[in-house]
């Protein structure tokens, strides 16, 4: 079993929908959790960082974490067509390597 | 102000030459991460630079691989008798505290 879980997708759904991505991991010692976007043949881009249960919210971005759980999730509100990507769960339990989900493939249609 | 930025963005080598993958951190950032992504795989980790202390070497998959980082700025991943198996995109990422930026990647093709 993957210390962390991700569906691949792929993920479509219409432009102004809400999306719903998720991870869950098995790793309780697990306190950070960050959420990246990839574009096609670019690196990973830092989206949402959070290290306690609960919402954080950026823009149209809501990031959820529930340690009890061990489920987070990340939230899309009015999706556009530029958010269309690869979305990257990542996690670690403190300032050393961040364990990542397989990445779900998102496609945002106009 | 200017990301991570690695060189080169592809490179094509043959089977059993040596290649050396370069990254640039963020300035002021005291750590450094290498990690690799292939299909099947996803991104996993390789090695951890932090300040002074000795890399974190547990990510490395053989003793083909190498990193080291000059002057606590520049990183060189070495990669010695390139295989196949080694085709994948190579990450690098810097950190101040607990975020990780990721550079570009670089492209490595084993023919």
């Known amino acids: 079993q993957k210390e962390v879980e991700q569906d691949p997708g792929p993920l479509s759904v219409p432009e102004g929908a809400i999306v719903s991505l998720n991870c869950t991991y098995s790793n309780s010692a697990f306190q950070y959790f960050m959420w990246y976007r990839q574009y096609s043949r670019k690196g990973p881009e830092l989206l949402m960082y959070t290290y306690s249960s609960g919402n954080k919210e950026d823009g149209r971005f809501t990031a959820q974490v529930d340690k009890s759980s061990k489920y987070i999730s990340l939230f899309i509100r009015d999706s556009q067509p530029s958010d269309s990507a690869t979305y990257l769960c990542a996690m670690s339990g403190g300032a050393q390597k961040l364990v990542f989900g397989q990445g779900t493939r998102l496609t945002i249609n106009p | 102000g200017a990301g991570v930025s690695q060189s080169p963005s592809n490179k094509v080598t043959e089977k059993g030459k040596d290649v050396e993958l370069r990254c640039d951190p963020i300035?002021?950032?005291?750590?450094l991460y290498w990690y690799r992504q292939s299909l099947g795989q996803g991104l996993e980790f390789l090695i951890y630079f932090q300040g002074n202390s000795a890399p974190d070497k547990s990510g490395l998959p053989s003793d083909r691989f190498s990193a080291e980082r000059t002057g606590g700025s520049v990183s060189t991943l070495t990669i010695q008798r390139t295989q196949q198996e080694d085709s994948a995109v190579y990450l690098c990422?810097?950190?101040?505290?607990?975020?990780?930026?990721f550079g570009p990647g670089t492209r490595l093709t084993v023919t």
């Open positions: 300035s002021g950032h005291t750590a």
């Open positions: 990422a810097s950190s101040s505290l607990r975020e990780q930026y």
